[in-house]
């Protein structure tokens, strides 16, 4: 994400949402993004984070990567890493089998990435979570990190949750349709406000 929509973001946030507006005081600008993750290691990322905490996460994914070699994941190589080798990196069973079918579906050209990313937020969404393993949280992320789409918002992340709680005052039982309509404030840039709870929860 660029200069230009982050600053475009961060105006229309700081006029339409004065809580908001104290979070980015608060928190400061968010950097511009250099690059995006390539589009098969985000999903396999998305996968190993699951359930999992950011240090964790991060833990098992270089750990992988020792074996698979490279900065990124490749669906061919990952095919060829045994799964009781992907077993010792601290990965479980079920997210071994989320990722070789990914993988696979990847290898033989089932899953397109050239032509998914010409759909729209929720045509993508819908064809991500037709695979194992990939939720709304995780078709999110990619949304996210991989496309750099400005109007996401991952409602399934806890801990973006867990900062809306803190400063929207929302109790921890609070229903989705709390956050969403909160949300509805930020459109488009639903990414960016994301951006910055997460920011502030750390």
């Known amino acids: 994400m660029d200069t230009k929509l982050l600053n475009s973001a961060k105006r229309h946030l700081c006029k339409t949402d004065t809580i908001m507006a104290k979070i980015i005081k608060q928190t400061g600008p968010i950097a511009?993004?250099?690059?995006?993750?390539?589009?098969?290691?985000?999903?396999?990322?998305?996968?190993?984070?699951?359930?999992l905490s950011?240090?964790?996460?991060?833990?098992?994914?270089?750990?992988?990567?020792?074996?698979?070699?490279?900065?990124?994941?490749?669906?061919?190589?990952?095919?060829?890493?045994?799964?009781?080798?992907?077993?010792?990196?601290?990965?479980?069973f079920k997210k071994i089998h989320y990722i070789h079918t990914l993988a696979k579906a990847v290898f033989t050209g089932e899953l397109n990435f050239r032509r998914l990313v010409m759909h729209d937020d929720k045509t993508i969404r819908d064809l991500l979570v037709q695979y194992p393993g990939i939720g709304q949280w995780s078709a999110?992320?990619?949304?996210i990190t991989s496309l750099r789409r400005p109007d996401v918002f991952p409602i399934g992340d806890l801990?973006?949750?867990?900062?809306?709680?803190?400063?929207?005052?929302?109790?921890?039982?609070?229903?989705?349709?709390?956050?969403?309509?909160?949300?509805?404030?930020?459109?488009?840039?639903r990414?960016?406000?994301?951006?910055?709870?997460?920011k502030a929860a750390h």
Request: with cysteine; net charge positive; glycine share 4%.
């Open 32 to 51: 511009p993004s250099k690059s995006s993750l390539p589009h098969f290691h985000s999903l396999v990322r998305a996968i190993i984070n699951q359930q």
């Open 159 to 189: 801990v973006l949750r867990k900062s809306m709680q803190k400063y929207y005052r929302l109790p921890a039982d609070a229903h989705y349709d709390k956050y969403l309509h909160i949300a509805r404030k930020w459109e488009p840039y």
């Open 140 to 143: 999110d992320m990619f949304l």
């Open 54 to 92: 950011v240090k964790a996460g991060r833990t098992i994914e270089k750990r992988i990567q020792s074996k698979h070699g490279g900065r990124y994941f490749k669906a061919e190589k990952i095919l060829k890493i045994k799964n009781d080798i992907l077993r010792e990196c601290g990965i479980s």
């Open 191 to 198: 990414t960016i406000a994301s951006l910055y709870l997460w």
